[in-house]
Nanobody, 129 residues
């Protein structure tokens, strides 16, 4: 069972930057390179929404329209980590951010939270106006 631990959340001013990291462990019969990874975010009373995802090899990245050109996702299969670099932060980026993993044979990256097998505990990002 994959375990995911996020780090890097915090407070940033509008226009500022933050970097989130997610470290995976517990993959006894598989490897991190077998998993597509994604970041979701959630605010109170709302559904968890897809922010960005990356294919198992790291070769393909996907973004929600709301964060494209501001956020960058990256995956390091040697270090079992995935990162989300966030620039030009906006108050509407304020949310709890969750790392998620799904075992994939191909290179697709789901954008529905129902398809993910493992989740981190979340890290809070607060952007002040």
């Amino acid at each position: 069972q994959v375990q995911l631990v996020e780090s890097g959340g915090g407070l940033a001013p509008a226009g500022g930057s933050l970097r989130l990291a997610c470290t995976a462990s517990g993959m006894s019969m598989t490897s991190f390179s077998d998993y597509a990874m994604a970041w979701f975010r959630q605010t109170p009373g709302k559904e968890r929404e897809f922010v960005s995802g990356i294919s198992r090899t790291g070769g393909r990245a996907y973004y929600a329209d709301s964060v494209r050109d501001r956020f960058t996702i990256s995956k390091d299969n040697a270090k079992n980590t995935v990162q989300l670099q966030m620039h030009s932060l906006k108050p509407e980026d304020t949310a709890d951010y969750y790392c998620a993993a799904v075992y994939r044979r191909g290179h697709g990256v789901p954008n529905s939270n129902n398809e993910y097998d493992a989740w981190g505990q979340g890290t809070r990002v607060t952007v002040s106006s």
